[in-house]
């Protein structure tokens, strides 16, 4: 069964920090990738996704995130964090199984103002 | 935009009774999930529907199951609650993969069940 993997589970900024979470999935095969946010008190959204394409995808919020394929890693980058970035990160892989997506443990990012 | 709902934001129940989550989504979706998420273990899929009618296990099937009469509603069903089944259930559904937004997931706002 595929697995996806977030190493970091809590992580502590301050403001203007650079931020990169990693994030690492079991399969071989096509995927398609993506990462979500929950804010304090707000349901999941989506941040950024890869189908196909350029492996450096540009979502909301000045978020990036870079599909290497040989290290089967899509992390997520922030060249500038702000205190509004607070919130839990999740990275989920779709490897062919229907509309299934598998999940991350998560990320907590909290940072200082 | 879509939009997920669920019942309840907060519930709270007793060993052993019998629990119904409802989730409703206004955008025609074929495809529903039901998750649970806990600390650490991120989300992890209960069942899901690819269809009135039709469901599937997921992860974590046991103590659990659903219902989908119609297109926009899918429930969760705890049989016997029991404490372990403590925890947020967040709901989601998917358009269909024609849709050029195949697999991206639309996620309600959450229950926080507490069984005492």
């Not at chain 2, 879509?2 to 934001?9: A, I």
């Not at chain 2, 372990?84 to 697999?103: E, V």
């Amino acid at each position: 069964a595929q697995s996806v993997s977030q190493h970091n589970h809590h992580v502590i900024l301050s403001e203007a920090a650079s931020l990169e979470l990693g994030c690492n999935y079991s399969y071989g095969g096509t995927v398609n990738l993506f990462w979500y946010v929950q804010y304090p008190g707000q349901h999941l959204q989506l941040l950024l996704k890869y189908f196909s394409g350029d492996p450096l995808v540009k979502g909301i919020k000045g978020f990036e995130a870079e599909f290497i394929k040989s290290k089967f890693s899509f992390n997520l980058r922030k060249p500038s964090v702000q205190w509004s970035d607070t919130a839990e990160y999740f990275c989920a892989v779709n490897a062919g199984a229907g509309n299934m997506l598998t999940f991350g443990g998560g990320t907590r990012l909290m940072v200082k103002p | 935009d879509v939009k997920v709902t669920q019942s309840s934001r907060y519930l709270v129940k007793r060993t052993g009774e019998k629990v119904f989550l409802e989730c409703v989504q206004d955008m025609d979706h074929e495809n529903m999930f039901w998750y649970r998420q806990d600390p650490g273990l991120g989300l992890r899929l209960i069942y899901f529907s690819y269809d009135v009618k039709m469901k599937e296990k997921g992860d974590i099937p046991e103590g659990y199951s659903v219902s989908r009469e119609k297109k926009e509603r899918f429930s969760l069903i705890l049989e016997s609650a029991s404490t372990n089944q403590t925890s947020m259930y967040l709901c989601a559904s998917s358009p269909p993969p024609t849709s050029g937004h195949s697999y991206e997931q639309y996620f309600g706002p959450g229950t926080r069940l507490t069984v005492t």
